[in-house]
């Protein structure tokens, strides 16, 4: 049998190509729609059995990348990733199946296919989720030896504690205040010294951390290095930012969620699809008082699709800066100094 793969990145990660002038890239559902269909003509004449599109774009976006898609093109699945969607059961849309297999290596999805050669067409098939452990497959024994070679030197330089918290902090969901979200943003905040710190919530990895906090547990939570940059707003475009970040259609799993510092309170009426109020140290914010925002990097260069502000209007006022390259090293070392910090929930991001 002949099989077509055939990948599409997240839009996300097409944002950040754009940037760069050498690099060229589909940043649509339309366009990368198109680039399939051009792919799947140009192998017509080689009798492709079964053809799979490979994303990462998130489950909304692969239902409605597949309703784009002609019949004559022959995609017959699409394999998902980036919302970390479990499905019991593939979704089939304008005759394509869609699957995902949540996230992580907890479990895989399996399929199990019969294809009629003659129509090249999938004419059944079934799916499961299998989770991944000594019940399905042996570990290899040869493999093991091998890892466990470099343990020794690894547990050397990545077991050593960094610090210790109160208690076992969380980050449960992206769209929602976090305990663990709180910490990485107040240590942010107090090294920016900025009256708002947005940190991206998809830089945070990890589920739970602590107690007890190992070097390695550090860069499993936070492994996207990046800078940092504080920049001067009014009221008004701050606003403006919360409206947008806060709103229902970027909870949906496949938006880009923040994580805020202490001092910041945010209220948004989900019915009235509005921000209600915005206050920061208990003063609700005035439209022309002037404000600092602090973000990564990623986050600045990408400002006008997930902030509603465009760099330019981030850097309007002249006092934009730098306060450091390495946002990994600032959260090392701010938690090397605070032991024993905790987290509480307060309410800094609220929805009614």
């Not at 990733?81 to 394509?96: A, C, D, M, Q, R």
Request: hydrophobic share 35%; aromatic share 8%.
């Amino acid at each position: 049998m002949e099989f077509l793969f055939t990948g599409i990145i997240t839009e996300k990660i097409m944002d950040a190509l754009k940037q760069d002038e050498l690099i060229g890239s589909f940043v649509t559902l339309q366009e990368a729609s198109a680039e399939v269909g051009k792919i799947c003509n140009a192998y017509k004449n080689d009798d492709i059995d079964l053809t799979v599109l490979l994303t990462h774009i998130g489950i909304e976006s692969d239902v409605q990348l597949a309703k784009m898609l002609k019949p004559e093109w022959g995609v017959d699945m699409i394999i998902g990733g980036h919302s970390h969607t479990y499905l019991e059961k593939p979704i089939k849309e304008n005759g394509v199946l869609i699957a995902q297999a949540g996230s992580g290596t907890d479990q895989i999805g399996r399929y199990d296919i019969v294809v009629d050669d003659a129509t090249n067409s999938i004419v059944d098939y079934t799916w499961k989720l299998l989770p991944i452990n000594e019940d399905l497959e042996k570990p290899d024994k040869k493999l093991a030896e091998f890892i466990n070679s470099f343990k020794t030197e690894v547990d050397r330089k990545y077991s050593v504690v960094l610090t210790k918290f109160q208690r076992e902090l969380t980050h449960p969901k992206r769209e929602i205040e976090t305990t663990l979200g709180n910490a990485v943003a107040d240590a942010f905040a107090s090294f920016a010294q900025t009256d708002v710190m947005l940190v991206g919530s998809g830089s945070i990895r990890v589920q739970k951390l602590g107690p007890v906090v190992t070097k390695k547990d550090f860069l499993a939570c936070f492994p996207y290095d990046d800078s940092l940059s504080r920049h001067a707003i009014t009221g008004a475009q701050l606003k403006q930012v919360f409206a947008h970040i806060m709103r229902p259609e970027n909870r949906d799993g496949e938006g880009e969620c923040y994580q805020v510092n202490e001092g910041v309170e945010a209220v948004y009426h989900d019915a009235q699809k509005k921000l209600v109020s915005l206050k920061v140290k208990g003063e609700p914010i005035a439209d022309k008082q002037t404000y600092t925002v602090c973000m990564q990097g990623f986050h600045f260069n990408n400002a006008k699709a997930y902030l509603s502000l465009s760099r330019k209007e981030l850097m309007t006022s002249g006092k934009s800066k730098t306060v450091t390259t390495s946002a990994q090293e600032v959260l090392e070392s701010y938690w090397r100094d605070h032991q024993n910090l905790s987290s509480q929930i307060e309410g800094r991001l609220r929805y009614q």
